[in-house]
Each structure stands twice: as structure tokens, then as C-alpha cells.
């Protein structure tokens, strides 16, 4: 595993640097909106990534082909890291969870409707796998998916859809065959956003970002958009869950965190005394200081082990989502506890401490160890799949 970039990685870090000096803009970018900073909802936002289409730098991994460049994933992994530590849209959900879906298991229609629009940043997908009492457990969800003519009609509840409010096509899962183990009678579907029978209603997070619940009332869905093969929906849906744990929480931000407190520690005085000479506050940030950096090498790791595998590495995936979310509450909760009752301040409140970036945070990070499986899902893939523990021990 190589620990230090090369030239060509180090030049391409320099051109996505001076891109995103040259397109700086509160509108696009805004590092207080934490990882939720990755989605494409405005439409300058949305302008953005067809800039960065421009570039040619979405699909870098994907096969030329089909519009990519046969590149490396230490590219797609740099860009997304620059393109978080300041805030922007990340690549997203089509290029990485879509796109390299239908590039794997598509048919020719969905590959050549839905391709060329990802790459050049026209399409906003949204994804459909939890369910009330399916939140983590993607292999429980009970949308109804049931045959009819030429095609399928949908019924059912999806919950916590991020994107749904603003995406164009929705990428979600539903069971074709409720006598099948649960593993196996699920299959993916993509449906338009503005289909008659889809209602979307507003669910807020607790860190004050919108989600959604969505609602199936006999939704039509030709057969012709139904994704890879009948019933095995859950195991294409395992392998994209292995990217989006990786892409979407990255490593970027939780260092700019971690840095946001060391600066405080250093230039705070509390009773007379400077906080960086309490032994206490030293041993607690210099833990996490060691920690991120395991972090950010987990990250590495985990696309040192893509690139030489093949195939996106589920244990590493699991390794690093479950390290860096943990390690990201970790570091708000010691915010939290060094700023002291101050760090309760919303964001933007006049003279909170750090402009009031800890109170976003700390609710921020409770949500980020759930999405794309909960802390507990990773601990169990890694027992069972790492470790070779029983199922049910």
C-alpha cells in the first residue's frame, strides 16, 4: 500500500485546487452544512458539477466505453476529498451507486438513457432502501413490487430519501417476491420523480437538513426500467451500499473538525489560564489527533484494496465507514465538553464560540453513523465477513 501520492496524483490535486479557487462561492460551497454539503439541491449547485463534467472528472473510473477514462479510484478519491473540504457537491450518487450499477448489470436501454446524462451532470437521482422497520436492513424492505402486463406496480412507503424533494429519477428497491428469503426476492426499479403515484413529504433531521418520506400508491413501472436481474436487487444494492459508505463520509471534514478544535484549544484562555497547557484537554486532543490519522489511512486502504481487487472491498468499506463516523462523534463530543456551554449555540448566533459550528456538528454526526448502515450493520459485516463469526453469536 502506498502511503505518499505521485507526481500525476500530485498534479492532478493542484488542478482541482485552482478549479475550485477560480469557482469559489458561498452558494456552492458551505462547510457548515457538514456532509449534507454533498447534495446537488440548488441549482447553482447543480450548474457546479456541469462544470465539473467539463473537466471530464465524473465517470474517471468508469470504462471508456461508456464515457470514462479507465482511470484509477485515487482520482475519484482525491476529488471527492477536495471537493468536501470546502463544502461543495461531492460526485454523487450517479456516477458512483447508478452508474457503475447499470455499467455492471444494466440493460443496453438504461445504459444509454441514463449514462451520458450522469457524465455530463444533467440527472439527479435519489435512493430508495429504508423503510418503517427497514431503517438499517436494507434485506427487510416491503415495498410491494408486483407484476402487471408489461410491467410492475409499486406500493408501498420509503423513508429518509434524501434527495427526493429535488431529484429527477428515484433508484429504489422493492420486493418481487415476498416467498423468497428476504435476501433474495428484491429488485431495483428507477421511476421518475414526477410520477403521478409518488408523493413526497418533508422529514427534517435533527441537524435541520430535509429528508423525506415517500409515498407508492399503485406506481406503474415498465419492465424496461427494472435494473439487473429479477430477485437479486439486495445483492447489487450490497456491493453500491460499499461505495456509498465510503464516498459519502469523507474523510475531509472530519479533519477541518478536528483542526477547528485544535486552533480553539491553542489560542483559548479560560480562568486566567491558556486550555493548551491543561494536561487534560493535551492528552484528549492529541488521542484524536492520532486517530484521525488512522482514519484518513483506512481511507487509503480501502481504495488501495479497490484498485488491486477489482471489485469494491466490502470489509474495508465497513472498516472505514464504521471508524470515521465514530471517530467524527468522538470528535464533536470532545468539542462539546473543551468549548463548555457555549458550544449549545445554534449556528450563526452572535458571539457563539466558533460561530457556533459545534452545535451543527455534534447533531450532524449522530446522523452519520446511521446513514448507509448503522454502526451496528458494520460491526456485524465485519464479524461475520472479516472475522468468519457465526451469524448469530
Known sequence: ???????????????????????????????????????????????????????????????????????????????????SAVGAPGIGKGVGIVGKTLINVGSEKLKQEFLPKILNAEIEFAVGYSEPGAGSDSAAMRLKAERSGEGWVLSGQKIFTTSAHFADWYWVGARTDPTRPKHNGITLFLVP????????????????????????????????????????????????????????????????????????????????????????????????????????LLGVKFISAAMQGGKTPTVEASCYKLYATELSLRIANATMDIVGPGAQLALDTEDAPLRGRPERCYTYTVIDTIGGGSSEVQKNIIARRHLGLPKNF
Open 1 to 83: 500500500m502506498e502511503f505518499e501520492f505521485s507526481a500525476e496524483e500530485r498534479e492532478f490535486i493542484r488542478q482541482v485546487d485552482q478549479f475550485l479557487k477560480e469557482n469559489e462561492s458561498r452558494d456552492v460551497m458551505d462547510v457548515s452544512r457538514e456532509n449534507m454539503a454533498q447534495v446537488c439541491d440548488t441549482p447553482e449547485r447543480r450548474a457546479f458539477m456541469k462544470k465539473i463534467a467539463a473537466r471530464g472528472w465524473l465517470g474517471i473510473t468508469w470504462p471508456r466505453e461508456h464515457g470514462g477514462q479507465d482511470g484509477s479510484g485515487i482520482y475519484e478519491y482525491l476529488l471527492n476529498e477536495m471537493l
Open 193 to 296: 420523480m414526477n410520477h403521478p403515484g409518488l408523493t413526497v413529504h418533508a422529514m427534517y433531521t435533527m441537524g435541520g437538513e430535509r429528508t423525506n418520506g415517500v409515498f407508492f400508491d399503485d406506481v406503474y413501472v415498465p419492465d424496461e426500467y427494472r435494473v439487473g436481474e429479477l430477485n437479486r436487487g439486495f445483492q447489487y444494492i450490497a456491493e453500491a451500499l460499499d461505495i456509498e459508505r465510503f464516498t459519502l463520509f469523507t474523510f475531509s471534514p472530519i479533519r477541518a473538525r478536528m483542526e477547528l478544535l485544535a486552533d480553539y484549544v491553542k489560542r483559548t484562555t479560560r480562568d486566567g489560564k491558556p486550555l493548551r497547557e491543561d494536561p487534560v484537554i493535551r492528552q484528549r486532543i492529541a488521542q484524536l489527533a492520532t486517530e484521525c490519522e488512522v482514519g484518513r
